[in-house]
């Protein structure tokens, strides 16, 4: 496919999900049928590459922060904030290969769809832009703490803190986020403030639902 062309609804079929997920599943592959890709790793480099490549030939604008998160950005109504999708695509040390890189592909083929299906008029215009995210170091196995990411997007970490971390070689995430952090594509600094309408995650880990009274969260419950 030219990258000048975005795929119609009728090329987002369920059958490309499946090949979409072959691919990806390909960068740490291991014997076993699951993957070896902890963050930042020479795999999850690769694997953060060849999404990059995809988010854009989806019709995303790709963009990172600081500290390395991977948004693909649909804006299907202008001004209008964002419902986010996704999860992350690090893994354990030869972990499962559907753990957090199912959601954020599913994240990724769903919002291709609407984009796609606004763009023909085969669907109205949501009220909501829509994006997906690839969270750096949910797992943490590599750098600690776990959920690095999504911890400094929230506030409850700092950029600053959490790239300073080093790994076992003294190797700090600072130094390892210079590899696949396009810095043609670096974030508003206030993205996650002004643009942030809801956020969805999809995942396949087998927890049990968690609940809070301090927002409302879309939760999935399924085993692997």
Excluded at 45 to 52: K, M, Q, S, V, Y
Excluded at 63 to 70: C, K, M, P, R, S
Excluded at 162 to 174: C, H
Excluded at 182 to 209: M, N, V, Y
Aim: proline share 4%.
């Amino acid at each position: 496919m030219s990258p000048s062309r975005r795929p119609t609804t009728s090329e987002l079929t369920d059958d490309r999900f499946l090949a979409d997920f072959r691919s990806m599943s390909a960068h740490g592959a291991t014997a076993a049928g699951g993957v070896h890709r902890e963050a930042g790793t020479a795999a999850d480099t690769a694997n953060r590459h060849w999404f990059h490549g995809l988010l854009e030939g989806y019709g995303a604008t790709v963009a990172y922060d600081d500290i390395g998160n991977q948004f693909g950005l649909w804006e299907l109504v202008p001004g209008q904030p964002y419902v986010l999708l996704g999860s992350h695509l690090d893994s354990q040390p030869y972990g499962g290969r559907f753990d957090g890189a199912y959601g954020v592909l599913c994240g990724a083929h769903a919002c291709a769809r609407l984009a796609a299906g606004v763009r023909s008029g085969e669907l109205d215009a949501p009220r909501h832009n829509v994006a997906v995210v690839n969270w750096f170091n949910e797992e943490g196995s590599r750098f600690k703490p776990s959920m690095m990411g999504s911890s400094v997007f929230t506030g409850k970490s700092t950029a600053a803190d959490m790239l300073a971390v080093t790994d076992a070689d003294g190797v700090t995430v600072r130094e390892q986020t210079k590899e696949f952090v396009h810095e043609r594509c670096r974030t508003d600094p206030a993205f996650r403030q002004k643009t942030l309408h809801a956020l969805q995650e999809s995942g396949i880990d087998g927890w049990r639902p968690v609940h809070t009274g301090r927002g409302s969260f879309a939760i999935t419950n399924e085993e692997e």
